[in-house]
């Protein structure tokens, strides 16, 4: 398959290919947020490095990649939009740490803060949050989730995707936009749903109350400015505030993106009150396909198989009448070639186990899934009659620019140094997330 992602190594190169490619929008400016997505330059690779000046320009306004998040010193806006939330969240301590150590954590049986990772509670019981997203309403429905793009590898899953007329929902994590924001732009421009999954990936219940806010609010607004509405060429609107003149109080909260995804599950009524105070809606699964754990260190006996019969399990569910009245929403991961792989090798399965495959929104008939911009997703009855297809709107405020300002790229990782499409699995894509998080911190020292 083959790729199609534009991908450049210098800002020379860049304006190159733009001037080359780049389409007119509005004014006569370039609307390259569409077309970066889909020009493949011959003889680029993926996963090379390369730098995009709207990021780059934006990126000191950020928190470092890969470290959990906190607000950024300057920041007025953030600081200004944590104090006048945080008076609204529960009094819950942290627990363990941030990486998911909860050895000496005494946590009550009666699962005071409906903590998921202790209990799987998805109704909260603090007052005033809406219970967590983790079924799909209508009847043999798939809610079809991927989390920890984007990844550099994903053009032939993309493509995939594509060759079937599938949508999904993306739960992205900030410090992968960071790296790499035009395959970011190619899920917005396929038509796919993009959701948060946090800025560095850790576990949130291990946070303090304004971390967790700042891992949620800065992949939000990145989000926003980054790369999925009409911000991305403005490094300098990505400072501006999220709040716009709105008629009432929970609109002000409101972020750019809907619906959000805790790593590991975790999460509390802290976090759920912390999340739900910028906007965020909380979504869990209840079938969790486990591929990420193919080749890490931390699940050395896991192995294809296992992953299949995971895949399986959902299968004969669905086959057994399991969701003939509520769908439901599985977990696979973005993650790898592995796991991207086997996603395509069960679509064909999931598609007879299934009468629909849908993404988050679409399952629940929300046909605006973003705060911003102006994408319009059809509504569940147009998507599965194939009467209207996901469409996103790009155009380019009437100020853009293009700056001119350069700073170093990251480094790909080992496991990313590869290209083409989807490769079978082969060891060097082990833990493509743990290596992931040591490169990139790296590097990040140097951004
Ligand atoms: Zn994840």
């Known amino acids: 398959m083959a790729s199609s992602t534009y991908r450049h190594r210098d800002m020379k190169t860049a304006l190159c290919v733009l001037s080359a490619f780049a389409v007119l929008g509005v004014n006569g400016l370039p609307d390259f947020s569409v077309t970066d997505a889909t020009i493949s330059p011959p003889g680029e690779k993926e996963c090379s490095a390369y730098y995009y000046a709207p990021v780059g320009n934006a990126v000191a306004s950020f ?7 906190t607000i950024m010193p300057s920041d007025t806006n953030a600081q200004a939009k944590w104090e006048s939330i945080k008076q609204y969240i529960p009094d819950i301590a942290p627990k363990g740490n941030t990486d998911g150590n909860f050895d000496g954590v005494v946590y009550p049986a009666d699962d005071p803060d409906c903590w998921w990772t202790a209990t799987k509670c998805v109704t909260p019981k603090a007052q005033g949050i809406p219970a967590d997203i983790a079924i799909m309403p209508e009847p043999r429905t798939l809610g079809y989730g991927f989390d920890d793009g984007p990844n550099c590898t994903h053009n032939a899953f993309y493509d995939y995707l594509k060759s079937q007329n599938q949508k999904a929902t993306m739960f992205f994590i900030g410090s992968n936009v960071m790296n790499w924001p035009l395959e970011a732009q190619r899920a917005i421009t396929d038509g796919h749903e993009v959701c948060v999954h946090t800025w560095s990936h850790h576990y949130l219940t291990a946070m303090e109350s304004e971390d ?11 989000q926003a400015c980054g790369w999925s509405h009409t911000n991305m060429l403005q490094g300098k609107e990505c400072l501006q505030p999220l709040d716009r003149n709105v008629p009432h109080l929970a609109d002000a909260f409101l972020s750019s993106n809907r619906f959000y995804q805790p790593p ?7 976090v759920r009150a912390i999340a739900n105070a910028l906007g965020l809606r909380t ?4 079938y969790d396909s486990d591929d990420w754990q193919v080749g890490t260190p931390t699940s050395p006996t896991a192995t294809p ?16 009448g399991a969701f003939d009245t509520a769908g439901t929403i599985i977990l696979a991961h973005e993650l790898n070639d592995f796991t991207m792989q086997e996603a395509i090798k069960f679509y064909p399965k999931l598609k007879a186990a299934f009468a629909h495959i849908v993404p988050i929104a679409v399952g629940l008939n929300i046909t605006h899934p ?3 911009g102006n994408t319009t997703f059809p509504t569940f009855e147009q998507y599965i009659t194939g009467s209207m297809t996901l469409s996103t709107n790009f155009t380019i405020a009437n100020n853009s620019v293009l700056s001119t300002s350069s700073s170093s790229s990251p480094s790909p990782t080992q496991s990313e140094k590869k290209s083409g499409s989807i490769r079978t699995l082969e060891s060097s894509n082990a833990s493509h997330l743990l290596l992931a998080l040591a490169v990139f911190a790296a590097a990040a020292a140097t951004l």
């Open 264 to 270: 590991f599950g975790d999460i509390d009524d802290r």
């Open 283 to 286: 979504v869990l699964w209840k």
């Open 63 to 69: 928190p470092t990649i890969w470290q959990p998040a």
């Open 305 to 320: 198989q296992d992953i299949d019969a995971n895949y399986q399990r959902m299968i004969d569910d669905a086959q057994k």
């Open 370 to 372: 973003y705060v911003e």
């Open 212 to 222: 967790v806010f700042a891992e949620l609010y800065y992949t939000s607004s990145h």
